[in-house]
């Protein structure tokens, strides 16, 4: 992990409406960490993720990726930002009109001039890297139950090997068993492609097996940040209820 | 950086030296040179000039290699890993499955149309059957309908379709007089048109023009609405709360389109008619008190009927039609489409088709 910031979010502000999402927000991710990012429901998490991407703009605030004001762009440079990442949604959201193979195949087709050969190679690498059966690679996403969907999804984000990569809740959802094997999944990959993940998550086993920091959202801002310990130290309030609660305790008590 | 290989012997060992970036965006060029390279046996990897790798460029060189390399020289920060992980998921490699083509693929889907015909032609049917079972149920205990939804669907696929049905039968209306004027003068009977405009209205057009906008209106609607409803599991959650769908979505909808499909087909014959008399009028010049007095005495009543007594027949197509394609939507949006798609082509062949029937019967009995 080197000292670089990949992320950097200054005085974040985001209002629908009457309803402020997020106040005054800063965060920084640093290159090459796993920061898992929690918080209540209706926080803003999955906005922030958004407003990161830039499916969504922040009423007010700085947001910059690989140092880089993604607003300030133009068209081609935003391009070139965006091959860098890769983003897994909530659902999946795998194209449903299209095999999941070629679901992999689709960000090769679109960003890189390869044979179409070696796509297809790549397309069934990423697939079994993300621990898809080679029985699923040509079912259509409605075929697959919600476990492999998720790890359908998974592949095409790291179809591109981007240096930086979004998850949104990937395992909600899933039964503990197969959570478990995403999240060891999901550690082996960012270690062996040295990736930047941004995970935002309620599962606190996820947030124990596979984070190197926790970032907590709260009231609008970032309450704590650190690792585990740090954060769980110097808890008061909903964090420590967070942490201390029943789930908590059961899901951190292997780590005490 | 240019992904760039050197492919050498030195000393009886093959060794496969690899320079510059080896990543999704430069593997590119040396793609087809790779694959002409023919490395039998144990081959030294040579990782000395290697700039960046990611797992794409880690899957040629295990491609090339065939395995794991025998040895390793030079250091590199990621390549070891990522060649033993893409190493892992690499056994697993495949076919894609056949597709037919030519013939064969004609053949296939020749055969797959008729089964599916037959298939849909059974199972509408049975949903024909089913429905009309619980409707007799339910109007002899009318407590149980579900009047509400019944208005409330009368309002939107009735009543707010009854502009562009009314619009649509006008022009149908004026487009037959001109043709009648236009056709009859080579005969010298273009006083005739008034016939013409009365008979084609009142028998067909007022209620084929209803039919095929209610099946591209309401039609689709009712399928996309209740295909959503199964697709986020209301459907289900319906089932399992004790609410028959077949009486809380069919039952309401066949009822709405029971009572406004009549009522719109008498408008846009109304509205046929109102078209006819206006052309009648001004290029034939017959005003619209002979009009209204020739289509009195010398239309027979009995053409109104024959119109209107094919509404019923068209209101359970379309309700029918729309709710079933709705309820067998599977769990995808690709599904959806081609539920709404199907509907409409459904409904459209089987108000022409119950037309036909219609037309072939009354032709025999002389009416």
Same mark, same amino acid.
Not at chain 1, 67 to 83: I, P
Not at chain 2, 92 to 114: C, K, M, N, T, W
Not at chain 2, 147 to 165: D, F, H, Q, T, Y
């Given at each position: 992990? @080197?000292?670089?910031? /990949? ?15 997020? &106040? ?21 998490? @999955? ?12 009423? &007010? ?12 762009? &133009? ?20 194209? @449903? ?47 697959? @139950? ?17 240096? =930086?990569?979004? =998850? ?23 270690? /062996? ?15 124990? %097996? ?22 769980? %130290? ?16 059961? %899901? ?5 | ?8 012997? !030195?000393?009886?060992?093959?060794? #496969? ?88 693929? +004609? ?41 509400? *939804?019944?208005? *409330? +669907?009368?309002? *939107?696929?009735? #009543?707010?379709? #009854? ?31 008034? !016939? ?7 028998? !067909? ?73 206006? +052309? ?6 017959? *005003? ?56 409409? +082509?459904?409904?459209?062949? #089987? ?17």
């Amino acid at each position: 992990m @080197s000292g670089e910031v /990949a992320i950097r979010v200054r005085g974040l502000v985001t209002r629908f409406g009457e309803q402020v999402v997020h &106040d005054g927000l800063d965060l920084d991710v640093l290159q090459g960490e796993i920061l898992g990012v929690v918080g209540p429901s209706g926080t803003g998490k @999955s906005v922030l993720l958004r407003e990161i991407v830039g499916l969504d703009a922040p009423t &007010d605030g700085e947001i910059d990726v690989f140092g880089q004001r993604l607003a300030a762009l &133009d068209r081609d440079a935003r391009f070139e930002v965006e091959k860098r990442w890769g983003v897994m949604f909530q659902e999946g959201a795998l194209f @449903s009109s299209l095999t999941v193979h070629e679901n992999v195949e689709a960000p090769f087709r679109e960003h890189t001039d390869l044979a179409p050969d070696l796509i297809a190679e790549l397309a069934a690498i990423k697939l079994s890297l993300a621990g898809l059966d080679a029985d699923s690679h040509f079912k259509m996403p409605a075929q697959l @139950s919600g476990g492999m969907r998720k790890r359908a999804a998974l592949a095409r984000a790291l179809a591109l090997d981007p240096e =930086l990569l979004f =998850l949104d809740e990937p395992t909600a959802g899933l039964d503990p068993v197969t959570a478990g094997r995403f999240d060891a999944l999901l550690k082996e990959l960012a270690r /062996a492609l040295g990736l930047t993940v941004f995970l935002v998550t309620h599962d606190l086993d996820t947030l124990a %097996a596979v984070c190197d920091r926790i970032c907590v959202l709260y009231e609008g801002k970032v309450a704590a940040i650190g690792t585990l310990e740090e954060v769980r %130290a110097g808890a008061t309030g909903w964090i420590a209820d967070y942490f201390s609660g029943p789930r908590g305790r059961a %899901a951190l008590g292997k780590e005490r | 950086m240019q992904a760039t290989f050197d492919w050498r012997e !030195e000393g009886g060992a093959r060794v #496969l030296a690899l320079g510059g970036d080896w990543t999704v965006r430069t593997v590119g060029a040396v793609d087809e040179a790779l694959r002409a390279l023919d490395p039998v046996g144990e081959v030294t990897l040579d990782l000395t000039a290697l700039g960046r790798m990611d797992v794409a460029g880690a899957w040629l060189v295990r491609r090339t290699l065939g395995g794991p390399p025998h040895a390793v020289q030079g250091e590199h920060v990621s390549a070891r890993r990522l060649i033993d992980v893409t190493n892992g998921a690499a056994s697993e490699q495949l076919e894609r499955p056949e597709h037919f083509h030519g013939l064969y693929a +004609v053949y296939d889907r020749i055969g797959r149309s008729v089964v599916s015909l037959a298939q849909e032609t059974i199972r509408s049917l049975d949903f024909l059957g089913r429905s009309l079972s619980v409707l007799a149920r339910q109007l002899l205990n009318p407590g149980r309908i579900r009047w509400v *939804s019944a208005v *409330s +669907v009368m309002e *939107s696929a009735g #009543l707010n379709a #009854l502009p562009i049905i009314v619009l649509l039968s006008f022009f149908v209306g004026v487009v037959v007089a001109y043709l009648g004027a236009r056709v009859l003068a080579d005969f010298g009977a273009s006083v005739f048109t008034v !016939e013409l405009v009365a008979y084609s209205v009142l028998r !067909e057009f007022g209620v084929v023009i209803t039919a095929v906008l209610l099946a591209g209106r309401t039609n689709s609607a009712f399928t996309a609405q209740i295909g959503a409803m199964k697709m986020r599991q209301e459907i289900d959650a319906m089932r399992v709360l004790g609410l028959d769908p077949m009486e809380a979505i069919v039952v309401p909808r066949l009822i709405a389109m029971l009572a406004m499909t009549p009522v719109l087909t008498f408008l846009a014959t109304l509205a046929g008619l109102l078209g006819g008399l206006l +052309v009648c009028w001004g290029v034939l010049g017959v *005003s619209p008190a002979l009009f209204i007095t020739r289509v009195q005495d010398g239309i027979p009543i009995e053409n109104f009927f024959v119109g209107m007594c094919k509404t019923p027949a068209m209101a359970v197509v379309l309700a029918l039609i729309g709710c079933r394609h709705g309820l067998e939507t599977g769990v995808d949006v690709t599904s959806l489409g081609k539920r709404v798609t199907s509907s409409v +082509v459904q409904a459209i062949f #089987l108000v022409i088709v119950i037309d036909v029937t219609f037309a072939v019967w009354f032709q025999e009995l002389g009416w």
